[in-house]
């Protein structure tokens, strides 16, 4: 049985180590040592995962509700707890430097084993409804109080989801594929149809990873477009015709239904089912089983309404109701991977299409709006047409290319009208001034380069009050620290910046800076992994030098 000492103390030399290689020498040792259900576990707990992907349960536990907890086992008040965190800016550090301190004593004093954690966690899971937070409470002073210092760190860190040894789930993906003998290549692609990590641990370690399918009701990774500057530059890369399809601007939404239940998932597979009723329930009248990908928008009277109306639906927070009748919306399909039992997603686009236009045909769901288009003239005419029509541009796909779950390949490309937007991460808020005076609603916001964060700008336009109230909200909780008039803030919010170019810039610590940054959305869909990268930035620089040349 896996102990939890033993991950812990693994994950500890991990972030001990600054090696990429050798982290993953580190996390493969540990790892070629455990059955398949520790394997599993320890998989998921080392990328601060509690529970598996996709499921709508999550150990829903605040900062408040922990560092009470540690208040009860410690004795500190969670003043001076929170006074601790502030200062390191990482609450498993906080509890691994308290804990010593223990008050109590528990009967069972046994070693704590990886699945002891995850029954905890599952416990917590499972608390519902009323008297629910004192049952969570119960269940995370338990394990505390049978935790060693760096156990506790690690348990706290995976509640958290503040992980921070550098161990990304490539490095993880890596490490498994070494620590079974299994080529990468493998792994990672079984990874991005799986979706969740602790799965793709359990069969790499059973060596089943070649039965790797699709499964219904578990989401897989979705497949992206890359970024393409100009219909020119689509039109000279395929030199073949391809589907010109409208680009959408709404939530991106994976359908999966068996026997009678509808699930839906968002692109970072999390469960949007009950923010979308009505759309399972148009699913929910086709005779077979099926997985589809499409695009969720707000619609009313043949046109689209802004994406931002969709922010409460997503929440689901108070006045449900009124936003749905508010944002009516509909679900375009673009592409079916499962249909009847049978896999689709390796066959061309072409011949999906032609399953998808069933499926459209039997529910009465839209397909994506979509034209052949081969020369630069025709998708540019398309282009203008998509925007005139009130969407963000176009998706080109080839319709010989198979669904590859998570890769941005030159499969899809995408088209837009401003010079580009980037999905951006903020690390930092400041109040405003003027008409925000007193309102955290200035953001310094950076990209990614591997696993560090790079500064590229600030921008305060863009957001509604309320928007800017919900970004208040969630800003304070990720403040590490904050000197009066600037908040650093732990990377976790991304937000879409368009702005008019980018110029190298010693101000920020990416060497450019982005000129007149406005923000166009909020992208809670979006993880901070899926943010853009500095590698991006470069590009799009160079591509603005050549299109500025006479
Ligand atoms: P972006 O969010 O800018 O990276 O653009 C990719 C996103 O465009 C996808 O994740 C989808 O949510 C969205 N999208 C809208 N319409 C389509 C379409 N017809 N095909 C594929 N993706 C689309």
Redesign the pocket.
């Known amino acids: 049985m896996g102990s939890f000492e033993a991950f812990s103390s693994t994950l500890e030399r991990v972030g001990g180590t600054s090696g990429k290689n050798e982290k993953v020498r580190i996390l493969a040792d540990y790892l070629r040592g455990l059955d398949e259900e520790d394997a599993e576990r320890a998989a998921r707990f080392a990328t601060g995962r509690a529970s598996q992907k996709g499921s709508a349960d999550e150990t829903q536990t605040g900062y408040s509700t922990i560092i009470s907890v540690i208040g009860e086992v410690t004795g500190l008040t969670p003043r001076d707890i929170s006074r601790t965190y502030v200062k390191c800016g990482d609450l498993g550090r906080v509890v691994e430097e308290v804990i010593p301190g223990k008050k109590e004593t528990t009967l069972f004093s046994g070693e704590l084993t990886l699945r002891d954690v995850a029954d905890t966690f599952e416990g917590m899971t499972q608390s519902k409804g009323k008297g629910s937070t004192a049952m969570k409470r119960g269940y995370l002073k338990a394990a505390l109080l049978r935790s060693t210092p760096v156990e506790a760190k690690y348990l706290v860190k995976i509640l958290t989801k503040e992980m921070r040894i550098g161990l990304v789930d490539g490095l993880v993906v890596e490490a498994l594929a070494d620590a079974y003998g299994l080529e990468r290549e493998t792994v990672r692609d079984a990874y991005l149809l799986l979706g969740d990590i602790g799965l793709l641990a359990r069969q790499a370690r059973a060596g089943t990873l070649s039965e790797v399918r699709l499964q219904l009701m578990r989401p897989t990774n979705?497949m992206?477009?890359e970024p393409m500057q100009s219909a020119e530059e689509i039109a000279s890369y395929f030199g073949r015709e391809l589907y010109a399809?409208?680009?959408?601007d709404g939530v991106?939404a994976q359908l999966h239904k068996k026997g009678e239940a509808v699930r839906l998932f968002s692109?970072r597979l999390e469960e949007i089912t009950e923010s979308f009723p009505e759309v399972a329930e148009v699913a929910r009248g086709f005779p077979g089983d099926m997985l589809l990908d499409g695009?969720i928008v707000p619609f009313m009277d043949g046109k689209p309404l802004a994406f931002q109306l969709l922010q409460r639906r997503l929440r689901r927070i108070e006045g449900f109701e009124e936003a749905q009748a508010r944002a009516p919306v509909r679900y375009f399909l673009?592409d079916v991977l499962l249909l009847g039992g049978e896999d689709l997603y390796r066959r061309p686009l072409r011949e999906r299409r032609k399953y998808l236009a069933e499926v459209a045909g039997a529910t009465g769901l839209p397909l994506?709006d979509s034209a052949p288009a081969k020369t630069s003239r025709e998708i540019a005419r398309l282009f203008r047409r998509s925007r005139s029509l009130g969407y963000e541009g176009l998706?080109l796909k080839d319709p010989e290319s198979p669904y590859t779950p998570g890769k941005r390949g030159k499969s899809?490309v995408?088209l837009?009208e401003e010079l580009d937007?980037l999905d951006v991460v903020i690390v930092g808020a400041e109040l405003g001034h003027g008409k925000r005076a007193g309102r955290l609603s200035d953001y310094t916001f950076a990209v990614r380069d591997g696993d560090a964060f790079r500064v590229i700008g600030k921008a305060y336009s863009g957001l509604t009050d309320a928007e800017i109230e919900e970004m208040a909200v969630k800003i304070k909780a990720a403040t590490v620290t904050d000197d009066g008039y600037y908040r650093t803030v732990r990377p976790e919010l991304v937000i879409e910046v368009a702005f008019d170019s980018i110029q190298k810039s010693a101000r920020h610590d990416s060497g450019y800076a982005l000129r007149f940054p406005r923000i166009k959305n909020l992208r809670t869909d979006k993880t901070p992994d899926q943010a853009d990268t500095l590698g991006r930035v470069k590009e799009v620089y160079e591509s603005q030098k050549v299109r500025s040349e006479p």
Do not use: G, H, S
Not at 245 to 248: M, N
């Open positions: 979705f992206l477009a399809e409208v680009k959408y991106r692109r695009e673009f994506a998706v899809w995408k837009k937007t």
